[in-house]
């Protein structure tokens, strides 16, 4: 797109898309910046009133926020460390020539297929069901007493389920950077003396750095706003043990009906997806302009 | 130190065979070339003696030692790539020093080490770049400065100049060959071109469909060529080859005539007319079409004056006349 002519063009045609994706974003956030200055509950409708920064300040003083903003990250974090690990040697894995090939990787690539409620009440119900799930059933088979996941761990459990689901996504990517490593390097690597571990951490990761990178950042996106997966098994509970940022912005609005204070924390919930792109951008941004 | 001995080597992929049976010998500190056309088997020989492929049948010997089975890295071999391959995460200096980190070399002997290589191939300005900031000359460079550090007992070279621009390909083959009478270290060198061959080689090896044409030295290759295939080969323009009634005075079924050869006459032999004429100034190549033969290459030196359609008489030097039987061997 070289010309002048042809980079007018280009911004006319792109700009019916443009301007539909603007007026997406740019409604809802303005109507959710409006509603959490505003008095609003749905059981006083009629009574709106503007309170500053009053939402702001109940938000905050409210115990459960800083639960669910630590429930947040650690979620994020659990999930992003067992699918980045757990995909790149997966990704190794599926790498090797082996028979059937094709097939394994299809299979392998098929979690993310599952809608994640499913996917939620799957393993609620026939994993880590104590009584009847399998989890159980290894358990008693070796003598052990069954865990009992959602109220022991709940919080892991819910990392295990959403970490299961992403495990493709960050395999599938992590196993196309791989297949881009040229052959000759890593022959190279091998006369010089390089054994399978240090080709590993000198040669293949850093070669899937990038890849890493991408991953980490697309995942957080979705990750920072898991919501089906705690409202089918635990609902937040016990107490606030699974509570995250999204599911306590659910229970004020549409359980409270306090909408006025479910937009701060909607607000506060962009700003903190901010700040943690920005980060992100930071750290690895240097990986991607190379 | 480092000869390399190969006896009946055979190589299949699948129920390919790419090499039959080749038993060669590369004496210590020579320079060979394996040349051939492409798909001829040059590069798998190669990388038979690296160990990047399993034999299928025959023994390698490095010092006299078996080395069939031996992992790559322990052949004490170094390899520099036509990719180059170097490692674009590191700098210069760790592409260069990572063989004696494999190593667990101490600091001190990997610094001079890479400092050394640095000097010899002109790179110390470099050793905190990355490969990617350098141009094809200089990486290629550094994967010659990989392969050194280690001290191995034999270069091994996968045709490593065939990315470069012409001009850079004459500069680097004088270095390579500098390189060689500097450090006396066995090489094996991989090109399809027959002048890269005949500039470096102390020995050169012309394979064809996985088969040894002929192993000798290049003067020996040029004047005395075994078989139709190296005498075609090897020399640029390619040797005239003539059949018919005219080898048949000569008592052959083909003979063969360098274009360098012949002489101009005004009542020569052969009488044609040229068709196209290529002024080098050092040298004019002339492609001349004789009644009753074809069109033949005539290389006289010197600028001379002939232009497309002119006739021109032609007189091959007899002594340099190459006699082929009908199976193609040097009579």
Same mark, same amino acid.
Request: glycine letters at 8%; charged letters at 15%; one cysteine or more.
């Given at each position: 797109?070289?010309?002048?002519?042809?980079?007018?063009?280009?911004?006319?045609? #792109?700009?019916?898309?443009?301007?539909?994706?603007?007026?997406? &974003?740019?409604?809802?956030?303005?109507?959710?910046?409006?509603?959490?200055?505003?008095?609003?509950?749905?059981?006083?409708? /009629? &009574?709106?009133?503007?309170?500053?920064?009053?939402?702001?300040?109940?938000? %905050?003083?409210?115990?459960?926020?800083?639960?669910?903003?630590?429930?947040?990250?650690?979620?994020?974090?659990?999930?992003?460390?067992?699918?980045?690990?757990?995909?790149?040697?997966?990704?190794?894995?599926?790498?090797?020539? #082996?028979? *059937?090939?094709?097939?394994?990787?299809?299979?392998?690539?098929?979690?993310?297929?599952?809608?994640?409620?499913?996917?939620?009440?799957?393993?609620?119900?026939?994993?880590?069901?104590?009584?009847? *799930?399998?989890?159980?059933?290894?358990?008693?088979?070796?003598?052990?007493?069954?865990?009992?996941?959602?109220?022991?761990?709940?919080?892991?459990?819910? $990392? #295990? !389920?959403?970490?299961?689901?992403?495990?493709?996504?960050?395999?599938?990517?992590?196993?196309?950077?791989?297949?881009?490593?040229?052959?000759?390097?890593?022959?190279?690597? *091998? &006369?010089?003396?390089? /054994?399978?571990?240090?080709?590993?951490?000198?040669?293949?990761?850093?070669?899937?750095?990038?890849?890493?990178?991408?991953? &980490?950042?697309?995942?957080?996106?979705?990750?920072?706003?898991? %919501?089906?997966?705690?409202?089918?098994?635990? /609902? *937040?509970?016990?107490?606030?043990?699974?509570?995250?940022?999204?599911?306590?912005?659910?229970?004020?609005?549409?359980?409270?009906?306090?909408?006025?204070?479910?937009?701060? /924390?909607?607000?506060?919930?962009? !700003?903190?997806?901010? !700040?943690?792109?920005?980060?992100?951008?930071? $750290?690895?941004?240097?990986?991607?302009?190379? | 130190?480092?000869?390399?001995?190969?006896?009946?080597?055979?190589?299949? =992929?699948?129920?390919?065979?790419?090499?039959?049976?080749?038993?060669?010998?590369?004496?210590?500190?020579?320079?060979?070339?394996?040349?051939?056309?492409?798909?001829?088997?040059?590069? @798998?020989?190669?990388?038979?003696?690296?160990?990047?492929?399993?034999?299928?049948?025959?023994?390698?010997?490095?010092?006299?030692?078996?080395?069939?089975?031996?992992?790559?890295?322990?052949?004490?071999?170094?390899?520099?790539?036509?990719?180059?391959?170097?490692?674009?995460?590191?700098?210069?200096?760790?592409? +260069?020093?990572?063989?004696?980190?494999?190593?667990?070399?101490?600091?001190?002997?990997?610094?001079?080490?890479?400092?050394?290589?640095?000097?010899?191939?002109?790179?110390?300005?470099?050793?905190?770049?990355?490969?990617?900031?350098?141009?094809?000359?200089?990486?290629?460079?550094?994967?010659?400065?990989?392969?050194?550090?280690?001290?191995?007992?034999?270069?091994?070279?996968?045709?490593?100049?065939?990315?470069?621009?012409?001009?850079?390909?004459?500069?680097?083959?004088?270095? +390579?060959?500098?390189?060689?009478?500097?450090?006396?270290?066995?090489?094996?060198?991989?090109?399809?071109?027959?002048?890269?061959?005949?500039?470096?080689?102390?020995?050169?090896?012309?394979?064809?469909?996985?088969?040894?044409?002929?192993?000798?030295?290049?003067?020996?290759?040029?004047?005395?060529?075994?078989?139709?295939?190296?005498?075609? =080969?090897?020399?640029?323009?390619?040797?005239? =080859? +003539?059949?018919?009634?005219?080898?048949? @005075? =000569?008592?052959?079924a083909t003979i063969g005539i360098r274009p360098e050869h012949f002489t101009i006459s005004d009542a020569g032999r052969w009488t044609g007319t040229v068709g196209v004429a290529?002024?080098?100034?050092?040298?004019?190549?002339?492609?001349?079409?004789?009644?009753?033969?074809?069109?033949?290459?005539?290389?006289?030196?010197?600028?001379?004056?002939?232009?497309?359609?002119?006739?021109?008489?032609?007189?091959?030097?007899?002594?340099?006349?190459?006699?082929?039987?009908?199976?193609?061997?040097?009579m």
């Open positions: 797109m070289a010309t002048r002519q042809t980079q007018v063009a280009a911004r006319l045609m #792109m700009s019916p898309a443009v301007l539909l994706l603007l007026a997406w &974003m740019i409604v809802p956030l303005s109507m959710t910046l409006w509603f959490s200055f505003q008095r609003y509950n749905l059981l006083m409708p /009629g &009574m709106e009133y503007f309170t500053g920064l009053d939402n702001y300040r109940y938000f %905050f003083a409210n115990p459960s926020f800083w639960a669910a903003l630590t429930n947040t990250l650690v979620l994020v974090g659990g999930v992003l460390a067992i699918t980045l690990i757990g995909g790149t040697l997966m990704a190794l894995l599926l790498d090797q020539p #082996m028979f *059937g090939q094709g097939i394994v990787r299809l299979l392998v690539i098929s979690p993310f297929f599952v809608m994640p409620t499913v996917s939620a009440l799957v393993w609620q119900n026939m994993m880590m069901n104590p009584v009847y *799930g399998l989890f159980s059933y290894i358990a008693r088979v070796f003598g052990v007493q069954p865990i009992d996941w959602f109220s022991q761990v709940p919080l892991f459990s819910i $990392i #295990m !389920i959403v970490a299961w689901q992403w495990l493709p996504f960050a395999t599938l990517i992590l196993l196309t950077a791989l297949q881009s490593l040229d052959e000759e390097q890593r022959e190279a690597a *091998g &006369m010089d003396g390089a /054994g399978p571990i240090p080709l590993f951490f000198y040669i293949i990761l850093p070669h899937l750095a990038r890849a890493l990178t991408v991953v &980490m950042l697309i995942q957080t996106i979705f990750l920072l706003s898991i %919501f089906a997966e705690i409202f089918v098994t635990t /609902g *937040g509970g016990p107490g606030t043990a699974t509570t995250n940022l999204t599911f306590l912005i659910y229970i004020q609005s549409l359980l409270q009906f306090d909408v006025g204070l479910a937009s701060a /924390g909607g607000i506060v919930a962009v !700003i903190l997806a901010n !700040i943690v792109a920005i980060f992100l951008l930071r $750290i690895v941004g240097k990986n991607l302009d190379a | 130190m480092g000869s390399i001995t190969l006896e009946h080597v055979n190589k299949s =992929f699948g129920g390919v065979t790419v090499i039959p049976d080749i038993s060669l010998e590369v004496n210590d500190g020579e320079f060979v070339v394996f040349v051939g056309p492409s798909g001829c088997g040059k590069s @798998t020989l190669l990388r038979l003696i690296a160990g990047l492929e399993d034999l299928s049948d025959g023994t390698i010997r490095i010092d006299g030692a078996d080395v069939s089975k031996t992992l790559p890295a322990q052949r004490k071999l170094s390899m520099v790539f036509q990719s180059y391959a170097l490692y674009p995460h590191m700098s210069v200096r760790g592409n +260069i020093a990572f063989p004696l980190k494999m190593e667990k070399a101490p600091k001190e002997r990997m610094d001079a080490a890479v400092n050394d290589a640095a000097r010899v191939l002109n790179l110390t300005d470099y050793l905190d770049r990355k490969p990617r900031q350098l141009s094809g000359g200089q990486r290629q460079r550094v994967a010659i400065g990989r392969a050194i550090v280690r001290q191995p007992k034999a270069f091994l070279f996968d045709e490593p100049l065939s990315n470069l621009d012409a001009a850079l390909r004459v500069n680097m083959r004088l270095e +390579i060959s500098e390189l060689h009478k500097k450090l006396k270290t066995t090489m094996v060198y991989v090109t399809h071109d027959q002048v890269e061959a005949m500039t470096m080689a102390d020995r050169i090896v012309v394979l064809n469909a996985g088969r040894i044409e002929q192993y000798g030295t290049p003067i020996e290759l040029y004047q005395k060529p075994a078989n139709l295939f190296v005498a075609g =080969f090897i020399g640029s323009p390619k040797m005239n =080859f +003539i059949e018919g009634k005219e080898a048949d @005075t =000569f008592g052959a290529e002024h080098l100034g050092s040298d004019t190549f002339l492609y001349v079409d004789v009644d009753g033969i074809g069109q033949v290459t005539v290389r006289a030196s010197g600028e001379l004056p002939f232009a497309h359609g002119q006739t021109i008489s032609l007189d091959p030097i007899e002594s340099r006349i190459y006699r082929f039987d009908a199976q193609g061997q040097a």
